[in-house]
Every structure is written in structure tokens, then in C-alpha cells.
Nanobody, 119 residues
């Protein structure tokens, strides 16, 4: 089991910055990949950024150059630095961990943190 808790969301003006944190606990040595997703009202949950246990990183096009994903060693926490925020970045942001279980894997989710970009 892996537990995830997000924090750092809030209200920010367009052009501002926020840093989201996802703290982990449980069987964190089994984590293979961690991801940030977001879900805006009326929309499906969408991938934002990915970081692997070999530090391979991927961003979706709308956030490239503005968002940075990073992690502490041993997966104790994962971060999402969000700069130059736009109104369309408003969403609930979720942390996801894919962890190894034997020969397969399982996804774990945090409860989400609200990010609102508005003047």
C-alpha cells in the first residue's frame, strides 16, 4: 500500500506561481512512476507530468516550459512547480503513484488539491 497526500494548492492570479507537494508513505520503495493529473469542472481527468524511478520526465504540451516535476530521493515526496499560471490551469490536481506488486503494478491516488487561477 502507498498513501499519497497533496498540498500547496490555492488561489493565484494569472501569471503567478504555485508549488504542489505530494508526500508519500507506506511501501514507497515499490514505486515505479509518479504522475500529476488534473481535472477541471466538467472535464475528464488529464495527465500533466510524469517522473520515473530513473528520472525520466514527461510533460503534456500545454504545460511544457511552465511546469516542473521533481522528486526527493527514495520517493519521499514529489513536487510540481507551476509558473506562469493561466486561467485554464484551474483544476483539482491529483498525485498518482504506480507501484510494483509482484509481477504486476497498481495505481494509488491522493485526495487532490484545488488550484484556482483567477484575478
Amino acid at each position: 500500500q502507498v498513501q499519497l497526500v497533496e498540498s500547496g494548492g490555492g488561489l493565484v492570479q494569472p501569471g503567478g506561481s504555485l508549488r504542489l507537494s505530494c508526500t508519500t508513505s507506506g511501501s514507497i520503495d515499490s514505486i515505479l512512476v509518479m504522475r500529476w493529473y488534473r481535472q477541471a469542472p466538467g472535464n475528464q481527468r488529464e495527465l500533466v507530468a510524469v517522473i520515473s524511478n530513473t528520472d525520466l520526465i514527461y510533460y503534456v504540451e500545454p504545460v511544457k516550459g511552465r511546469f516542473t516535476i521533481s522528486r526527493d530521493n527514495a520517493w519521499s515526496a514529489v513536487y510540481l512547480q507551476m509558473n506562469s499560471l493561466k486561467r485554464e490551469d484551474t483544476a483539482v490536481y491529483y498525485c498518482n503513484a504506480e507501484a510494483r506488486i509482484g509481477v504486476t503494478s497498481r495505481d494509488y491516488w491522493g485526495q487532490g488539491t484545488q488550484v484556482t487561477v483567477s484575478s
